[in-house]
């Protein structure tokens, strides 16, 4: 493909770039570098689908620019505040600076959305993640959030980015993000915990140390997770000798500091449930009483079905499996993990076959290879129990 070939897709690229908030001088400068690669990479291997791959690295050098921009603005801004600092002590002190990813993160939650589409336009957008992905922390269908994002997209087409969104926004894409990293096939947990570090740094708020506190007791666990040829190994399992303490004790340190401020929030609730685990030696000195209590505070303050998902599982751990099923009735068939953590429930409660039937259905709908292998592994065990 020659050059004028190439710049038959310069109208909708640079149309595609306007629509997601680029200026058009940067969007043109953008796609002009685009296709300058694409003269460069195309001869040795031409992609298979040319306007996404133009999309895709256009977009990167509009963020590139946009980062290097931000950086140049704030150094200057720093040189001012250091330059008035010096030159009297009623000068105001320099603004704490932030990364540029997380500057973004801001720019990209505008206050012209709503909330949920600020986080699913921020996640495709800066967060690197696939419309499926996000789709699937949402629990909606992929042509639900494609239609989402396009809709938000929609709005922010011509508005000014000078106005960032809100910390609870941002909050929540780190934790997306983070949920993708620690479960996902996308490696994006040291990204997340960097931001939301950067974040607790420069913004005192209980809720973004709760949520660094979560990031940091479920990442503390991140060597124990899998075995040697790669097998997930479920958290009662897990050699906890393996666990990182000293981020399991800066993890405790933050939370506790912010559950002081007595302002709870999803986060804050979050993190102490992952304490609890934490704090044991073993899987079996778990102290499920209080985490079932903690679960009560996180259904009042969201009401998410994940959310009760889990607490059937603490609360069969608390007060039996059929205590655990009871509550598991009152969560949608439809949830994700829902089969699983049935499967779990009545292989306790004594019932092997319907436990086999459910591990071999969850197996069927899980998010990730690892998770589907261990799936099969637990249906194959009861189906075929070792002779005696």
């Known amino acids: 493909m020659d050059e004028t070939e190439l710049r038959h897709f310069t109208p909708s690229v640079l149309s595609i770039l306007v629509r997601r ?46 980062r290097a921009d ?13 330059h008035h600092t010096a030159s009297g002590p009623g000068a105001a002190a320099p603004t704490i600076a932030v990364d540029d990813t997380l500057h973004l993160y801001f720019l990209c939650a505008h206050p012209s959305l709503t909330p949920s589409s600020a986080v ?34 929609r709005t922010v087409s011509g508005v000014r980015f000078d106005r960032p969104g809100d910390v609870a926004t941002v909050l929540r894409v780190l934790y997306l993000v983070f949920n993708e990293g620690y479960s996902g096939d996308v490696d994006l947990v040291a990204e997340a915990i960097r931001l939301t570090r950067q974040l607790a740094a420069a913004i005192d708020h209980p809720e973004v140390q709760g ?20 097998r997930l190994i479920p958290l009662v399992d897990q050699d906890r000798s393996r666990w990182d303490t000293a981020a399991i004790t800066e993890g405790v340190d933050i939370l506790q500091a912010a559950l002081t401020r007595d302002r709870l929030g999803e986060f804050q609730a979050q993190a102490a449930i992952a304490a609890l685990h934490a704090d044991e030696p073993t899987a079996a000195e778990t102290d499920w009483v209080q985490i079932v209590e903690w679960y009560d505070e996180l259904t009042r303050l969201t009401d998410s079905p994940i959310v009760r998902l889990n607490r059937a ?76």
């Open 21 to 66: 908030g680029a200026d058009f001088a940067a969007a043109e400068d953008a796609v002009q570098d685009a296709l300058i690669e694409a003269l460069q990479v195309w001869p040795h291997g031409p992609p298979t689908e040319p306007k996404g791959w133009l999309v895709a690295v256009a977009w990167r050098r509009f963020l590139d620019a946009t």
């Open 70 to 82: 931000a950086a140049r603005r704030r150094r200057e801004r720093l040189a001012d505040a250091e």
């Open 120 to 153: 699913a336009l921020t996640l495709r957008a800066v967060g690197g993640l696939t419309t499926r992905q996000i789709a699937q922390a949402y629990l909606v269908p992929e042509s639900t959030m494609a239609q989402r994002i396009s809709r938000a997209k």
């Open 211 to 230: 949520l660094l506190a979560l990031m940091l007791l479920h990442h503390a666990r991140r060597d124990a997770r899998f075995s040697a040829d790669g």
């Open 313 to 388: 599982v603490a609360v069969g751990e608390a007060d039996g499996p059929r205590a655990g099923l009871a509550a598991l009735t009152e969560v949608d068939g439809s949830v994700p993990r829902h089969a699983a953590v049935a499967a779990y429930l009545h292989e306790r409660d004594g019932d092997p076959a319907t436990a086999a039937r459910l591990y071999a259905e969850a197996a069927h709908h899980a998010p990730n290879l690892a998770e589907r292998e261990h799936l099969v592994r637990q249906a194959a065990r009861l189906s075929n129990p070792p002779s005696r």
